[in-house]
């Protein structure tokens, strides 16, 4: 050892006034990181500066080594709500000794600026517009650097005023203060507003007349729907009250009598009505069109929810965090009992659980603040569409729908949906991910800090894309179906919103391998554009990449064994995937088994109607003749006997629109049709599993059928015959369909368990990892947790992104960012 | 039908079979080739392979296939079409009645569309080699002056009109070829347009664009016309003819009849105030009874062909790589 120091290496003490450059990494810009990081070095009396830069946040501060440890432990604990800090690096610094404490402003250019998400309301806003004595009682538009818009207002970067629609209003001199005061909590608050200087709200009829006269609502005016019972006579009853304060009071009333009102909220309009209102909850059913498509709810406050949900420490944190998703919730058995009346069955037919969220704008907490009952809070579009974001589509659109508009001027620039997420195991499951939660940028695990800028542009249906660079992916908020006029054109406007956003140039475009899917015809034209590199992905290899990355697997950790059940994709052989186990990591990938394929007599009309599905897998696992021998005399095949099925065989055996798959939301699909459940057709995707579910969740905890599995074939192939054979057994003897629902899942969980521990065997592997949408069934996902656990292995599963398709671009993006160049087109063979 | 020896006695039984039923006054020259004087105008000529199974279907077969699909094309410059070329590709062991089946067949279709088979050729192939027979033809026709018809003349504010029911013919093959028995037989709607094509530019002389949505059906034809006029098209569902029984049979079968072929039906272009003028032209045509104004020509740089649907939601009708392949997830 040398008894030689450098200049930089000096004996020091710790009463001695050092300076030091602290390096912090993270989510630190634009969330309030440099006011926070002012007020601790003046709270502790230290002198120094803090900017943004390239790498993060950089803090030069001068103390007693002491004192700077004690500053960036409170730094850590006092990271700003929407912050996130990922590392800290400390460094001696040469310079003399400023005076006081500054920020510094950044260099124009240095700064990656990026945007972060919509947050809800913060307790100190929400605080602000419940006292009659502050400026902004009751302003529907309060936020703060903590809470308030983001990404649903963003045109440009960097991400300043000018850049959003906020650019429409000018700062009063108060509110111009509060940006201008690193000591205040509205310092550098992009959209900070207040009742002189902001957005306003207003409430409007069809006609856009405002409904909010003088001496209050008229009911020859509010009553725009005669259908609605005792609309009018409440209407005509309730005008002698007191006239409303505002717009979002009177909108409470009219909702109270049970109207729907559409409401403009942060990234696009709800339809909104009384949820406990039979008759206004099926009114909007048939005006929107939707027949069976559970309505979000949303309530005042946890209380509310408490009364009518099961709610666990966890599912409380989930809803009252700034994401404020919508979060799934199992009803309580005796909820009625606790409000004024209970959730009118039309808001979740079929189902067992309530979707949930919390009032996540000052608008919403006023709106609801007198609501001790739910209120629906359902997408402002028709069915099948993306919401309106827009007032003038919103008065156009939704003229069938609405009864009256609560409108603001505040533009929604980006449409941004609710996020969707419910608890398993004490983790957060999404189901989609968008506002509150995108654009955050997800840290990815070791290896990925050199890869090369990727843009992923994700599936077809429940669409989000995904950039790739410096080892952290950002993937877009949930854009939607892409064969919808409007999603398609928006999905196109997002790929260079988000290019822009973030400054990505893409050096390598992944897309899915399907030949028609929007989203890799976009990729294809991109990357004949702009000369970046195209890599094709195939479908359910990208469900590993999602959940691999999702659990931040190390980019050299090595292959695991992957189970991915989907509804479909295209396989690398050119039929339809949905029912695999894969061997692999980020680089390559081989099929290693599959559910034994079957056809789809109808292509996506057997999607759509699971007798299809049923007729098909009983003769493909038993054969037709067979089953009518032995089980012909059940109500399910009797019913498929009054069926076309002699055409259905045609198709089948002569090859007539019948695609061969391996489906397992098929096959789901299948046995909800043998238990009468969906049997013609669904109203919206996956119900028929959905209903299956909460069928089976009645009888949990009775053996289960088992699957064949065949080893001898190669892949390895799951083989349905025993399991329907046992099921139709069951049926005959009147074995109650809940029973044979809970079998079911249960036979399916051991099954995959089974076949994930004899591969994990065979390749000496202890990992297996599940994706697909087919395991956002919590019922199998448990069960099949519970099972892999039970054989030793050790589990990857999605927390951060869904584990359908709304994950599938962090998959495409970490796979192209990594994989050789000819990645789809030859996977691993053998080892 | 043989191949090899015994040809030359097949070869004049062909012949004759020929100059019986496409009998005209060039083809009886005997030559090799057809001479003839141009008829005054611009000319123009279209050819197309006609492959088909099964050989004769409901509504038609390929002799008549074979006329009605280059006539048509032809047709569709606005043009009157006058003479055809034909090139048989027989397989050995077609039976000889099914060829004179076939020939009568094309013969009494081009007297009917008005021209003149006047040029042929037969090849015979092994057996196995060949799907029954094979029948290219070449059309020649003339356009009226003033009339400029072209798939890139389509234009924002345009209007949109099929002549008639769409899906009959693919219908019709599919359910014949793979013995699909439905309650209804599905006819093919094979029948040569130039007459339609007559009236309608002698009611609209500028039409901006014709085509018949042949392969692909509707959907594909008009994502080539929204390319090649770089425009979008907006058309509604409600409003596209479709019978009942190809609709249920669809439905049945899964597939979208916008793309399923159609071979006696044409798509039309023209502007948004001359539509009606065109609609009724076409209505008053036998071959247009069922004419329908469907939908209308935007500016769109994403050159979408989008619907709307019955139920309001607007979706787009894109090209497809190959079969329809479900994209659901
Ligand atoms: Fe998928
Ligand atoms: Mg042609
Ligand atoms: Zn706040
Ligand atoms: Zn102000």
New binding site residues.
């Given amino acids: 050892m040398s008894n030689h120091h450098s200049s930089s290496q000096r004996l020091r003490l710790h009463t001695e006034t050092e300076g030091e450059s602290i390096r912090v990494r993270g989510l630190v810009q634009g969330v309030g990181f440099r006011p926070t990081v002012w007020r601790l070095a003046r709270a502790a009396g230290l002198a120094g500066d803090v900017c943004n830069d390239g790498e993060g946040v950089l803090i030069r501060l001068w103390g007693t080594s002491a004192e700077i440890d004690a500053f960036c432990h409170a730094l850590m604990i006092e990271c700003p709500p929407l912050g996130r800090i990922d590392g800290i690096e400390r460094r001696p610094c040469e310079a003399p000794a400023p005076d006081s404490f500054r920020i510094v402003e950044s260099e124009a250019g240095l700064v990656r600026t990026g945007v972060v998400a919509d947050a809800a309301t913060c307790e100190a806003c929400a605080a602000e517009i419940a006292d009659p004595g502050d400026r902004r009682y009751r302003y529907p538009f309060t936020n703060c650097t903590h809470c308030g818009p983001r990404l649903s207002i963003i045109r440009a970067i960097p991400y300043d005023r000018a850049n959003t629609s906020m650019a429409a209003f000018q700062?009063?001199p108060?509110?111009a203060a509060e940006y201008a005061d690193p000591a205040d909590r509205r310092f550098h608050a992009q959209p900070n507003?207040?009742p002189?200087?902001?957005p306003k709200v207003w409430l409007t009829d069809a006609e856009g007349r405002d409904l909010l006269a003088a001496d209050g609502l008229k009911p020859d005016v509010v009553a725009a729907d005669d259908e609605t019972p005792g609309f009018a006579e409440a209407a005509a009853a309730t005008a002698a009250d007191r006239a409303p304060r505002d717009a979002i009071e009177a909108a409470s009333r009219l909702l109270e009598r049970g109207a729907i009102v559409a409401i403009k909220g942060v990234g696009g309009f709800h339809l909104a009505c009384d949820a406990t209102n039979p008759a206004a909850v099926a009114t909007l059913r048939e005006r929107k069109r939707r027949a069976a498509k559970p309505f979000a709810l949303m309530a005042r406050d946890l209380d509310v929810v408490r009364a009518l949900c099961e709610l666990s420490p966890a599912e409380a944190e989930l809803l009252s965090s700034t994401v404020a998703p919508i979060v799934l919730l199992d009803q309580r058995v005796d909820g009625a009992a606790k409000t004024s009346g209970p959730v009118a069955a039309e808001v979740a037919p079929g189902q067992s659980a309530l979707g949930f969220m919390l009032p996540y704008s000052p608008l919403h907490r006023l709106l609801l603040q007198d609501w001790d009952r739910p209120l629906v809070m359902t997408s402002g579009n028709l069915s099948d569409e993306p919401q309106c974001i827009d007032n003038a589509d919103a008065l156009t659109r939704l003229a069938g729908i609405a009864d009256a508009w609560l409108l603001h001027d505040r533009e929604i620039v980006n449409r941004v949906d609710d996020s969707v997420a419910r608890v398993i195991q004490v983790r957060t499951r999404w189901l989609r991910r968008a506002r509150g939660a995108a654009p955050m940028p997800l840290a990815l695990a070791a290896g990925f800090e050199a890869a090369p800028r990727v843009l992923a542009l994700g599936g077809e249906l429940k669409n989000s894309l995904c950039l790739l660079s410096q080892g952290q992916a950002t993937l877009s908020q949930h854009l939607g179906d892409l064969e919808e006029a409007r999603t398609a054109r928006e999905f196109e406007r997002t790929v260079d919103l988000y290019q822009a956003l973030f400054e990505h140039a893409p050096e390598i475009i992944a897309v899915d391998c399907h030949p028609d899917y929007r989203s890799s015809a976009l990729g294809r034209r991109l990357a004949a554009e702009t000369g970046a590199r195209l890599v094709e992905v195939q479908h359910h290899a990208a469900h590993l990449g999602a959940v691999l990355a999702d659990a931040e697997w190390p980019l050299d950790a090595g292959p695991v064994i992957g189970v991915i059940f989907d509804g479909l994709g295209y396989g690398a052989d050119q039929t339809i995937w949905g029912g695999e186990c894969l061997l692999g990591d980020y680089r390559q990938w081989q099929r290693i088994g599959h559910l034994r394929p079957f056809a789809l007599p109808g292509g996506e009309r057997a999607i759509r109607e699971p007798w299809r599905c049923l007729y098909a897998q009983l003769e493909s696992s038993l054969g037709w003749p067979q089953c009518v021998e032995r089980w012909g005399d059940l109500e399910s095949l009797r019913a498929l006997r009054e069926r076309p099925i002699a055409l259905l065989a045609e198709m089948i055996q002569k090859g007539v629109n019948a695609p061969r798959t391996t489906s397992v939301g098929r096959l789901f699909d299948a046995l909800a049709a043998a238990l009468g459940i969906c049997v013609d057709g669904i109203a919206y995707e996956a119900q028929a599993a959905i209903e299956l579910e909460t069928l089976a969740r009645r009888a949990l905890g009775e053996g289960g059928y088992a699957f064949a599995i065949d080893t001898r074939a190669e892949p390895w192939q799951l083989d349905p015959a025993p399991m329907w054979s046992a099921l139709l057994d069951d049926l005959a003897a009147g074995v109650p369909a809940a029973m044979i629902a809970a079998r079911f899942h249960a036979g399916l969980a051991e099954t995959v368990a089974e076949l994930a521990a004899r591969a994990a065997q065979r390749h000496g592997l202890e990992t297996v990892a599940l994706s697909g949408g087919v395991f956002q069934n919590r019922t199998l996902f448990e069960a099949t947790l519970k099972a892999l656990r039970a054989r030793g292995l050790q589990v990857l599963t999605h927390t951060r992104v869904p584990a359908n398709d709304g994950g599938l671009a962090l998959g495409q993006a970490a796979i192209a960012a990594v994989a050789p160049p000819i990645y789809a087109q030859s996977p691993l063979r053998g080892r | 039908m043989s191949h090899g020896s015994g040809g030359r006695a097949m070869a004049q039984l062909i012949d004759e079979l020929f100059r019986v039923h496409l009998e005209n006054a060039l083809l009886a020259q005997g030559n090799d080739q057809a001479l003839f004087e141009p008829p005054p105008g611009r000319l123009v000529t279209s050819t197309d392979g006609h492959v088909i199974s099964p050989l004769f279907f409901p509504g038609g077969d390929i002799g008549a296939l074979a006329v009605h699909g280059t006539v048509n094309d032809v047709a569709m410059a606005g043009a009157r079409p006058l003479y055809l070329t034909a090139s048989f590709i027989l397989e050995e062991g077609l039976p000889l009645a099914d060829l004179e089946r076939i020939v009568a067949s094309m013969g009494a279709a081009a007297r009917a569309a008005g021209v003149q088979v006047i040029a042929g050729d037969t090849k015979v192939v092994e057996r196995g080699k060949g799907d029954g027979c094979f029948i290219s033809t070449t059309g020649i026709g003339v356009v009226p002056d003033g009339i400029q018809i072209s798939g890139d003349r389509a234009q924002p504010g345009d209007a949109i009109l099929v002549s008639g029911s769409l899906g009959d013919h693919g219908v019709a093959i599919l359910s014949k070829r793979e013995n699909l028995g439905f309650e209804t037989e599905i006819a093919s709607d094979s029948q040569s347009l130039h007459d339609l094509v007559a009236a309608m530019i002698e009611a609209v002389p500028d039409i901006h664009c014709l085509r018949d949505p042949t392969r692909g059906g509707l959907a594909t034809t008009l994502n080539e016309l929204a390319l090649q006029s770089r425009v979008g098209m907006q058309i509604r569902e409600p409003a596209i003819p479709i019978r009942a029984e190809v609709s249920a049979a669809c439905e049945l079968l899964g597939l979208d009849p916008l793309y399923v072929a159609n071979e006696g039906k044409l798509i039309a272009i023209c502007a948004g105030d001359r539509a009606e003028t065109l609609l009724a032209a076409m209505r008053t045509h036998p071959k247009g009874r069922e004419a329908a104004i469907i939908g209308q020509v935007v500016t769109d740089p994403h050159q979408f062909v989008q619907m709307e649907t019955a139920f309001g939601g607007s979706r787009i009708v894109d090209w497809l790589a190959g079969e329809q392949l479900p994209r659901i997830c």
Avoid: I
Wanted: charged content about 0%.
């Fill in positions: 700062l009063c108060a509110c507003a207040c002189v200087c902001g």
